[in-house]
């Protein structure tokens, strides 16, 4: 388990992007933190890290964003899904082992999220300041 304390939107995403150079290609990565936490903007370093020069927005609506890089970023945001049906809905196993899977939202899915996941929690910490706390594979690359 890591811990990382920034203080910026890009601090936030350059913690990111640092995760991004230890991925392989198939890693699951469930974010944890309620709105305005800063997922989102953990989402746009990762993908930058990954050469996504794409905008990242998040997939409320859509429930999944897809970009292309050095591996395949699919992005979902689980807020609204509630039950296994939900989930097998959104197509979400489909997409397992044919790229990097970033999922918001993810205290809804819990147990439908494979062992070796990596957990990424965001805790707000005051207006600014947020706690990252990465716990999973590769972490002690970063």
């Known amino acids: 388990m890591q811990k990382f304390i920034t203080s910026s939107p890009e601090e936030t995403e350059a913690v990111a992007e640092k995760l991004a150079c230890t991925l392989k290609g198939t890693e699951i990565i469930a974010m944890f933190g309620g709105l305005g936490a800063g997922k989102t903007a953990f989402t746009r370093g990762l993908a930058r890290g990954l050469g996504i020069d794409d905008g990242v927005s998040s997939p409320t609506f859509a429930l999944v964003n897809e ?25 979400f196993f489909d ?41 999973g594979t590769n972490i002690s690359q970063i």
């Open 67 to 91: 970009y292309k890089g050095k591996f395949n970023l699919y992005h979902f945001d689980m807020y609204r899904v509630g039950s296994w049906d939900d989930l097998y809905s959104t197509g």
């Open 95 to 135: 997409y397992q082992d044919n790229g990097v899977l970033i999922i918001e939202w993810s205290e809804n899915i819990i147990e439908f999220l494979p062992e070796n996941h990596i957990s990424v929690t965001i805790n707000t910490l005051d207006e600014n300041t947020r706690e990252i706390i990465i716990d």
